[in-house]
């Protein structure tokens, strides 16, 4: 049963408000993609504006040259007729309802009487306006033949001798230019998208090579927890290298710290122990009641005193473990001692499957006392043989102890964690060894878990995190 504990959430409590937490790379990304995405959606209005004034000047610029041309190879002789010299030089003047028309009329003429017109015009009129002057060029809107829009440039004109006031009218189809913007605008459209999909992707790898170097750490982090390594490396850029320098700075004024507590743990254990053993010496030398009494007491507070003392070592150094320690190593030379001790039982280690070495992320004093209790624990109840094996699993190690003893029953597995507890007060010991593993193991997050050995016997499966390997040294 494994005795890893959880915390369950509380359904009626109310969750915590956590302020939400902004990302940079949104942050950067979203402010470039609206900054770019505004100044294309502008520079393109900008651009499409000025292409459509300059385009209007160029076909008021072509109706003006049309319009004098008209007026140029015209004259009159004095009454209300024209007479051209020629005709006009653009064949679409010819051709009916092409949308290029010409038209010379007079104020008494609004019923198509005496009309100067194009051939393109065939049996209709512009509409003109005499009520406005054209002294000037003057440029309107009208719509002429089967419901074209036209751009008309008009001027009266006086020739000498006459009295009659001409109306020089020249008008062409806009269908012309509104064909030049519909395709400058899809141009503008497809190649300002190419572009602010382009400068988005710069902004995307501009940002993720700024950021990278927070990656970075966040990596080298992760390391120095896992156990790789002990320091960050000193190869960040500039503006980021004193944050560096802070944090190893605080890493080993960390280690100082720990390395502290264990001598003043050491230096307490120390303390106590002689006036314990003073106690204990007493006690041996004045039997009776009072004495057996003292004796075990002073026994309890020893056992007591080695096993807290353990675990504020453990506690004062577990959230910055840097260390690592070889399993193969540690479970080899347990074996070897208690193959010694007991010289009845047989020990094996079943080699690792991939022959690749597996670390544990801590201590290896730690490491040494888990398994330690664990195979001389089976060591007691084993017939003839105690087997021990080892196993990475993803970010964690596996460390089974199997032997062909009588086992546990299965409701009786949780109370042989508890301190003291003996399921046999026959056989020697203290009742505190598979308690110290369990102990131990929860401060490193691991468990410890007892199972059904097959044929039959005891299988103490003991979980604990895996260090990570080592790629490269600290320059």
């Known amino acids: 049963m494994s005795i890893y504990h959880s915390k369950q959430p509380n359904k009626n409590a109310e969750p915590d408000r956590l302020p939400r937490k902004r990302s ?41 040259g049309l319009l004098e041309n008209l007026i140029g190879i015209s004259s009159s002789n004095g009454d209300n007729r024209i ?23 007079t104020p008494k003429q609004q019923q198509d009487q005496g009309v100067f017109r194009s051939r393109s015009l ?12 054209a002294t000037r060029i003057r440029f309107s809107m009208i719509t002429g033949p089967e419901n074209q829009q036209l751009r008309m440039a008009e001027k009266d004109i006086v020739f000498p001798g006459s009295p009659v006031i001409f109306r020089f009218s020249v008008a062409i189809d806009r269908s012309e230019i509104r064909a030049h913007f519909k395709r400058f605008d899809n141009i503008l459209i497809y190649s300002l998208g190419a572009l602010g999909f382009g400068l988005i992707a710069l902004s995307f790898l501009q940002v993720y090579l700024g950021l990278k170097p927070l990656g970075n750490i966040r990596h080298s982090l992760s390391r ?15 503006e980021i290298q004193p ?24 230096n307490l254990a120390h303390a106590l122990k002689t006036p314990l053993a003073v106690i204990m010496n007493e006690a041996e030398l004045h039997q009776g009641q009072l004495s057996d009494v003292v004796q075990r007491q002073s026994e309890i507070m020893r056992r007591q005193l080695a096993h807290y003392l353990r675990r504020a070592r453990v506690a004062a150094n577990i959230k910055t473990i840097t260390s690592r320690t ?4 540690v479970l080899t030379n347990i074996c070897r001692v208690m193959a010694r001790i007991h010289k009845n039982r047989q020990f094996s280690i079943m080699p690792i499957a991939d022959q690749a070495p597996v670390f544990f992320r801590g201590e290896r004093q730690d490491l040494e006392e888990m398994v330690g209790n664990l195979v001389e624990n089976a060591a007691k109840w ?25 086992g546990i029953d299965k409701p009786a597995r949780d109370s042989v964690f508890m301190r003291g507890e003996r399921l046999d007060e026959n056989t020697p010991g203290t009742g505190l060894g598979l308690s110290i593993v369990k102990d131990l193991s929860g401060l490193y997050d691991g468990t410890i878990t007892l199972l059904d050995n097959n044929p039959h016997g005891l299988l103490a499966r003991l979980t604990l ?8 040294p600290r320059h």
């Open 24 to 64: 940079l790379w949104f942050r950067l990304l979203s402010f470039s993609a609206v900054w770019t995405l505004f100044a294309l959606i502008f520079g393109g209005y900008l651009l499409s504006l000025t292409f459509k004034e300059t385009i209007e000047d160029n076909f008021d610029e072509r109706l003006t």
């Open 83 to 105: 007479t051209f010299y020629r005709t006009m030089a653009d064949s679409r003047f010819d051709q009916p309802y092409s949308g290029w028309y010409w038209q010379v009329s």
């Open 122 to 133: 065939w049996d209709q009129s512009l509409k003109i306006d005499f009520s406005k002057s």
């Open 224 to 238: 120095i927890r896992t156990g790789e390594t002990a320091h960050l490396p000193e190869d960040f850029p500039t």
């Open 243 to 266: 944050l560096v320098d802070e944090m190893n700075a605080l890493l080993d004024h960390n280690n100082q710290i720990v390395d502290r507590s264990r001598t003043q743990v050491g």
């Open 326 to 329: 070889e399993v193969m190593a």
């Open 382 to 406: 084993a017939t003839d043989k105690v087997t021990v094996s080892c196993r990475r699993q993803g970010k964690q190690i596996i460390i089974e102890v199997a032997d062909d003893g009588p």
């Open 465 to 472: 995190p895996a260090a990570a390997m080592r790629t490269s």
